[in-house]
Antibody
Framework: EVQLVESGGGLVQPGGSLRLSCAASGFTFNDYWMSWVRQAPGKGLEWVANINQDGSEKRLVDSVKGRFTISRDNAKNSLYLQMNSLRAEDTAVYYC?????????WGQGTLVTVSS | DTVMTQSPDSLAVSLGERATINCKSSQTVLYRSNNKNCLAWYQQKPGQPPKLLIYGASTRESGVPDRFSGSGAGTDFTLTINSLQAEDVAVYYCHQHSTIPYTFGQGTKLEIK
């Protein structure tokens, strides 16, 4: 059974940083692209970033370029999202997803709240 | 960016009846190298993450009931739910992965009439 478990969310002040993690199991992690998708409270889905199988290709939505970094550690079956210079509009539940183009499996998400 | 527009924003359907949700993309989501429509549909129930229902515009994900079906090509797509069940109450999203950034429709909230 595929499992994706996010962690690292919390309350952070504007301008602060957080590092999200996603622990993957139940599939061959290094066979797949992986994505981060976020959902602001009561709002729709917004794709944030993805990374290819060996980490050599990374793509991000314009609104987070220069502030967020996506990475992975295939030895640990883990995906990461380093978030710097956080803004109020980054407040959301962040999901990691197994990315086959279509997003095949999703974690339960971790809530990031940016507020003073 | 490819803008995905769903209609309607909300929908109330009687149990046992059919629900139809439309999704229009601002540019084609056909990936020419494999002639595949890069269009997926997800179901999100309250307090849960989204769940993949349909990919390639019309292929049902394993384990998804056959009352769910997808159709369309190019820029116009439809999700149909036949014989609506109470457990189908959810928000439904379309998603294109033909171009970066991936984009989603705004969601359609489905309720029971």
């Amino acid at each position: 059974e595929v499992q994706l478990v996010e962690s690292g969310g919390g309350l952070v002040q504007p301008g602060g940083s957080l590092r999200l993690s996603c622990a993957a199991s139940g599939f061959t992690f290094n066979d797949y692209w992986m994505s981060w998708v976020r959902q602001a409270p009561g709002k729709g889905l917004e794709w944030v970033a993805n990374i290819n199988q060996d980490g050599s290709e990374k793509r991000l939505v314009d609104s987070v370029k220069g502030r967020f970094t996506i990475s992975r550690d295939n030895a640990k079956n883990s995906l990461y999202l380093q978030m710097n210079s956080l803004r109020a509009e980054d407040t959301a539940v962040y999901y990691c997803a197994r990315d086959g183009g279509e997003l095949l499996n999703w974690g339960q998400g971790t809530l990031v709240t940016v507020s003073s | 960016d490819t803008v995905m527009t769903q209609s309607p924003d909300s929908l109330a359907v009687s149990l046992g009846e059919r629900a139809t949700i439309n999704c229009k993309s601002s540019q084609t989501v056909l990936y020419r190298s494999n002639n595949k429509n890069c269009l997926a549909w997800y179901q999100q129930k309250p307090g849960q993450p989204p769940k993949l229902l349909i990919y390639g515009a019309s292929t049902r994900e394993s384990g998804v009931p056959d009352r769910f079906s997808g159709s369309g090509a190019g820029t116009d797509f439809t999700l149909t739910i036949n014989s609506l069940q109470a457990e189908d109450v959810a928000v439904y999203y379309c998603h294109q992965h033909s171009t970066i950034p991936y984009t989603f429709g705004q969601g359609t909230k489905l309720e029971i009439k």
